[in-house]
C-alpha cells in the first residue's frame, strides 16, 4: 500500500510538471507574439488579421490595434494642430510686417525731412544756465524725438515677431538642421558680430579661444542662433564694464563651447526654470526680452543631438556649456 501511495504520488508529480511545462510554453509563446506585434505597432506595419479567431492572442492583438489607431489619430491631429498654428503665426507675422515696414519708411521720410511738427530734445528740457543748478532735478535731462521713439519701438516689434515664429517653426519640427563637418571658430565669429554693439555699450569685453582648426558636426546658422541668445542673455545681465568669455574644448565625446561672464548669477533654485518657454525671473521682469532667448537655444542645440548644461551662483556670475557631439 505504501508503494501504491508513492507512485500515485509521484504520478501526480509528474501531472503537475507536465501542467507546468505547458503552461510556461504557451505563455512565453503569447509574450513572444505580443512583443512582436507591440514592436510591429511601433514601427507601423499592419497586423496579421485576427477578426475570426477566438485565442487569447487574438484578442490582445485586436486592443494593440485599436490602441494603434487611437495614437495614430491623435498624433494626426496634434501634427495638424501645430500646423496650422505655424500657419496662424506665418500669417500674423506677414500682415503686422508690411504696416510696420511701412511706419519705417514714413519714419525716415520725417527724419530726412526734419519736420518742425517735432520738436528736438532741445526744445523740450533745457539746460540751467547757472553752474549751480545744473545739480538741481529736473535740469540736464535728455529726451529722445518722437521720431526715434518710433524707430526703436519698431525695431524691437520686428525682434519679437522674428522671434516668435523661429520658436513655431522650431517647435513644429518646420525647420531640420543642416548637419555637417565646419569650423566652429566662423560660427562663434557671426554670433559675436551680432551681439558685439550691445556689448560695446556697456563696455563688456568678449573673448574668444579657440584653434581655428577645431571642426565640429553642426548647423552654422541656427548654433550661431542659440550661441547669439546666450551671449544676448549674457550682455544684458553683466554689468558694465563686466567680461564675457568663449573657450571651446574638445572632449572625447563632446566639444563644449564654454561662455563664462560677470553677470549677476543665478539662484540655484531657478538654474532649470531659465529654459523655459516665456519664463521671466521676478528680479529681472523690468529688463525688455520674452523669456524665449534661453528656450530657444537650448531647442536647436537638443535637435542636433547636443545639450546645454549651466553653474551659476548669485554674485559671482554664471558660465554656459554648449555641448555638441563629436561625430562626422
Known amino acids: 500500500m505504501t508503494g501504491g501511495l508513492a507512485a500515485a504520488v509521484l504520478f501526480c508529480g509528474l501531472i503537475s510538471l507536465c501542467i507546468y511545462f505547458h503552461f510556461r510554453r504557451q505563455f512565453v509563446r503569447l509574450s513572444s507574439e505580443l512583443c512582436r506585434y507591440a514592436e510591429q505597432v511601433m514601427q507601423g506595419e499592419s497586423l496579421p488579421d485576427q477578426q475570426n479567431r477566438e485565442t487569447l492572442t487574438s484578442k490582445v492583438v485586436m486592443e494593440l490595434e485599436k490602441m494603434e489607431r487611437m495614437t495614430a489619430l491623435r498624433l494626426e491631429e496634434s501634427r495638424r494642430e501645430k500646423q496650422q498654428l505655424l500657419e496662424m ?96 571658430l566662423d560660427t562663434l565669429a557671426a554670433a559675436v558680430n551680432n551681439i558685439m554693439h550691445k556689448a560695446e555699450l556697456k563696455h563688456i569685453e568678449i573673448s574668444v579661444d579657440c584653434r581655428s582648426s577645431i571642426q565640429v558636426c553642426h548647423d552654422r546658422k541656427w548654433t550661431a542662433e542659440a550661441i547669439e541668445n546666450i551671449l544676448d542673455n549674457a550682455v544684458k545681465y553683466t554689468p558694465e564694464n563686466g567680461s564675457i568669455r568663449i573657450l571651446v574644448q574638445v572632449g572625447e565625446m563632446y566639444t563644449a563651447i564654454r561662455l563664462p561672464e560677470t553677470g549677476k548669477g543665478i539662484e540655484p533654485a531657478h538654474i532649470n526654470d531659465i529654459f523655459k518657454r516665456f519664463y521671466r525671473e521676478k528680479s529681472v521682469s523690468q529688463e525688455e526680452g520674452l523669456g524665449l532667448g534661453l528656450y530657444l537655444a537650448r531647442y536647436i542645440i537638443t535637435l542636433q543631438k547636443g545639450y546645454i548644461a549651466v553653474r551659476s551662483a548669485p554674485g559671482e556670475g554664471s558660465c554656459f556649456s554648449v555641448c555638441l557631439p563629436n561625430r562626422s
Open 89 to 184: 503665426i506665418s500669417e500674423i507675422t506677414h500682415q503686422i510686417k508690411t504696416p510696420v515696414s511701412n511706419l519705417r519708411m514714413y519714419c525716415e521720410m520725417l527724419s530726412e525731412e526734419e519736420a518742425p511738427m517735432f520738436p528736438a530734445a532741445s526744445d523740450f528740457v533745457s539746460a540751467a544756465k547757472d553752474p549751480a543748478q545744473q545739480d538741481t532735478p529736473g535740469h540736464g535731462i535728455t529726451c529722445s524725438s518722437p521720431n526715434k521713439i518710433m524707430e526703436q519701438q519698431l525695431i524691437k516689434l520686428d525682434f519679437l515677431l522674428d522671434t516668435l515664429l523661429k520658436a513655431s517653426r522650431l517647435e513644429t519640427d518646420m525647420i531640420h538642421p543642416d548637419m555637417e563637418n565646419r569650423r566652429i
